[in-house]
């Protein structure tokens, strides 16, 4: 406890006194005026430097860089199929009418590089000119917290900006002591945002690097990834007969996967179709592993990305498999989709159906360890060739059908919880294509995830 002493030590320290005897008025006692000599402390100052720090935070934004690497990536981009032009017209070229046109088609992606290269270089002499005026102001802050140090006679100021400094390197040590505990999980069909309420979108729409090959596919986002790939995005095509696959296409942002640049290949088999190829379109990727229907066989395998080893385990006894069980609609059946994984708050699911289920849709959740197991199983009466896909949310199964070749509808609804199913959900999604082969939700952006006629899209879902 501190001593009034002590007190009385530092208020002396922190005023300077003048004091005179002066007289009552009743002539009997003496009392002491006390003036402080110091210059009181510029708190409207130290208010303004807050005030200016706030505004370059808000002038600075991470935005600001990604706009230049979008530039940059797209320049990149335009550059190598300007090189490719001019390979070809230097192999090809006939003299004639060939020439003429490759000339012309060289002509305008030099433009396009052209207004890149302006676009970049504007960006880039505006993000100098923002940098000079905050450095600028950062001197300025810096010249006046200076200042502001010399009437701090006390050091309250330093003492009190140490005691946050320690605080924080405490903070440091025991997080890394500690292992943070991740969130309890929703329990399954309650979803703290509320019910699914309508889809906005498409947020993305592009084709994917491979051009209009590969009609069939997914795409999407790892909703539990390991450290240093929470933005990774991951992307599958059949680039056999548009049911095979054999490796996993990595991207390490939004924006790379978008242009088409700087991917990386992960090979599960060694040819294509074999013993642990991929099978279908609707696959999915949690917790750096793989999920997806095996190859000729009724069973779910799991990749490890990191270790690079297929584990599996089989589904119930006479489950669809081989395009028994396909989705689709009136005008198109989406081949060998008998089996589809989706992803949400709890972990992985697994949606498929049977001879002995009359072919209505039967959902499975997925243990994921390695081996993969099926936990609990639920029943539906949804037949599974009414439906063009699937996906989870909170625990609860939707599905949609096809409307027309511009809209796609979430039509039903099976909560795992209460086992209610309903009819009449009637939420559109806004296609760009007319097929949709996959569709998974992820819980960490709450966003839908489609690959439709060889286009990737997502959108945005919101919950009421």
Known sequence: ???????????????????????SAGGK???????????????????NIGTMASQCNRTITPNQMEEMDVLTLGLQTRLEQLKDSMAVLEK???????????????????????ELMAKLKRKTQSNQQLSQATSGQVQNMMKEMKNLEEFDHMQVMKKHWENQRINKDLAVCQQGLQVTPQPPTPAQGHCPQGQLFSVSGPRTYTLTQYGTSYPYGAWGKDPNPPPGKEGMHWLVALTSSNVFANYVRQYSTLTTIVLGVGPTDTVIASSNPTTNTIQGPNVVMYGDALYYGCYNTPSICRFNMTARTVTNVALPQN?????????GHLEAAYVYSD????????????IYTSSENFGNIIVSKVLTDSPPALGKTWKTSLHKRTATNTFMACGVLYATRYVDKETEEIFYSFDTVTGKERYDLKIQIKKMLTNVQSLNYNPQDRMLYMYSDAYILSYDVIFR
């Open 1 to 23: 406890m501190k001593s009034p002493l002590s007190s009385i030590w530092a208020t002396a320290v922190f005023l300077t006194f003048s004091s005179q005897p002066v007289q």
């Open 29 to 47: 006692q003496c009392v002491c005026q006390l003036k402080n000599a110091q210059r009181p402390f510029p708190m409207d100052k130290l208010d």
């Open 339 to 350: 089996l589809d994984f989706a992803t949400d708050e709890s972990g992985v699911w697994v």
């Open 319 to 327: 489950s669809g498999f081989n395009n028994k069980f396909p989705f």
């Open 92 to 114: 090809e070229d006939d003299g004639e009418l060939y020439g003429a046109v490759s000339l012309r088609i060289i002509e305008l992606e030099l433009a396009e590089v052209m």
